[in-house]
Nanobody
Framework: QVQLVESGGGLVRPGDSLRLSCAAS????????WGWFRQAPGKDRHFVAA????????SYANSVKGRFTVSLDRAKKTMYLQMSSLKPEDSAVYYC????????????????????WGQGTQVTVSS
């Protein structure tokens, strides 16, 4: 069983940068597909970005494309989400997700495609 733990959230100002981490533990295996989702108060959880292990293949929601970068440190079993040019509308609880299979591109944004989830980390962008 894989456990995912997010860290790095906090309060920042518009235009600032922040890096979130998602560390996998509890198993000798790591997720093949990693994802970031976020949920603002009173709203559904939405896809942010994904990273697939072997192909170094990444995918982003249009709302964050060009501002957010997802990466993976295989040795540390840790995924990162580098966020820049943050906006107030980026404020949300950010969740890390993982799955041991290669999720196909058309399903990367589907929550139910991922088996493992972290507890979330709060990101607040406010002046």
């Amino acid at each position: 069983q894989v456990q995912l733990v997010e860290s790095g959230g906090g309060l920042v100002r518009p235009g600032d940068s922040l890096r979130l981490s998602c560390a996998a533990s509890g198993s000798t295996r790591s997720p093949y597909t990693w994802g970031w989702f976020r949920q603002a108060p009173g709203k559904d959880r939405h896809f942010v970005a994904a990273f697939r292990w072997s192909a170094s293949d990444t995918s982003y929601a249009n709302s964050v494309k060009g501002r957010f970068t997802v990466s993976l440190d295989r040795a540390k079993k840790t995924m990162y989400l580098q966020m820049s040019s943050l906006k107030p509308e980026d404020s949300a609880v950010y969740y890390c997700a993982g799955d041991e299979s290669r999720i196909i591109s058309s399903r990367l944004s589907e929550e139910r495609a991922y088996d493992y989830w972290g507890q979330g980390t709060q990101v607040t962008v406010s002046s």
